[in-house]
């Protein structure tokens, strides 16, 4: 830790410490995450040690870079990204019922998408996607994903006490029904933070707990302003499927013709270019090229 220089605490995560720090050696500001493993059981202890190495080796655009971490007495630091322009939720409330534009609305969401598909890609499930986990930077045009399930690895009969500690919005049908979570619980949370783009309020809510959980059970939900597109509006349906194998995957997600341009315009230079060889004739893309370009990855 003494490479670090502790600027000042920018959060109180569920474990722990969130503080803005600088590395001494470069002046580069970074996140240093501070979880206490004294409040920890033997088994969440290595589960969680575990995690840190797994998520040493996401590397993404679209997912909250990790540095290091490091262990001292009986605290873990995870070292991070730090990503200047907070977190998603606090940009929705800025709007103060201002709704956003839909370009910024799916640019974001494509975004959030490519960074979930490289988590799934490799059979790694988020678990904890939410508003406040997406990170902004670069002026609010770039989102990531942040803060998956370091310090949780539960197994799915605990799911549903977390979820009730923590923030119940993001319950899914089948969770609510103690069944196990999958990759399409992930999706159901993803279309959570998509309708609150749309919308700037969670699309499930309720006085109580029993009141919000018949709500999610039933998928009812306020419909979001029809100033937003026809396909925009039929993909929130989409992703709100009560039976998880009825909600996409985040693949058929990303070759949406409508979510085309903004895949392209979010991949990494290298790819777009290898696309762009020879004419483009029509609008749109053969699915087949799309489908090679997600692919490669
Ligand atoms: P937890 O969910 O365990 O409380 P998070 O990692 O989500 O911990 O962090 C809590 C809060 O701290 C976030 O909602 C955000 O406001 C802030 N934060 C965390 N990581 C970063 C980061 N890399 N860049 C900017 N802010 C961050
Ligand atoms: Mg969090």
Redesign the pocket.
Known sequence: MDKYEILKK??????GK?FLAKAKVDNEQC?I?EIDLTKMPVKEKEACQKEVILLAKMKHANI?TFYASLQEENKLYIV?????G??L??RINMQHGVLFEEDQILSWFVQISLGLKHIHDRKILHR?IKS??I?LSSNGKVAKL??FG??RQLNDTAEFAYTCVGTPYYLSPEICENRPYNNKTDIWSLGCVLYELCALKHPFEGNSLHQLVLKICRGYFHPVSPRYSYDLRMLISQLFKISPRDRPSINSILRKPFLQKLVLRNLPLEVSILSFRGPIKSNLMPASIIQKMLNSI
């Open positions: 920018i959060g109180e995560g569920s474990f969130i996140v995450k909250v991070m990204e730090y990503c200047d907070g977190d939720m606090k904890d406040q986990n990170f942040g803060d370091i310090a």
